[in-house]
């Protein structure tokens, strides 16, 4: 399993940005794709972004044109640029991989990949 943590949470005002990173280690097999989610208490689990090897990019409609999902492959980094936040975004994000193709094939586009690995998440609660 990939080891991921995730940085960059914290408390903003509406309109303003952060960015999340999301530190990969501890894996042989090559991860690859990977996505950010975010789960705010009592609602459902979403997928929010996600990008592959390839550098191709999926993001939710909520999100799309104002969060920025990238990678740094050299350092193993995945980014999220968040601007224009919203008080609907605070949430729990979390940062997630996948070593199967298939799995980021199937699921990319839909935003449902089925993960093989998680991190323990980073809060970001935006205010009005």
């Known amino acids: 399993q990939v080891q991921l943590v995730e940085s960059g949470g914290g408390s903003v005002q509406a309109g303003g940005s952060l960015r999340l990173s999301c530190a990969a280690s501890?894996?042989?097999?090559?991860?690859?794709?990977m996505g950010w989610y975010r789960q705010a208490p009592g609602k459902k689990r979403e997928e929010v972004a996600n990008?592959?090897?390839?550098?191709?990019?999926n993001y939710a409609d909520s999100v799309r044109g104002r969060f920025t999902i990238s990678q740094d492959k050299a350092d193993n980094t995945l980014y999220l640029q968040m601007n224009s936040l919203k008080p609907e975004d605070s949430a729990m994000y979390y940062c997630?991989?996948?070593?199967?193709?298939?799995?980021?094939?199937?699921?990319?586009?839909?935003?449902?990949?089925?993960?093989?690995?998680w991190g323990q998440g980073t809060q970001v609660t935006v205010s009005s």
């Open positions: 997630a991989a996948d070593r199967d193709i298939y799995d980021c094939w199937s699921g990319g586009y839909n935003l449902d990949i089925k993960y093989d690995s």
């Open positions: 501890g894996y042989t097999d090559p991860i690859q794709c």
């Open positions: 990008i592959d090897n390839d550098g191709t990019t």
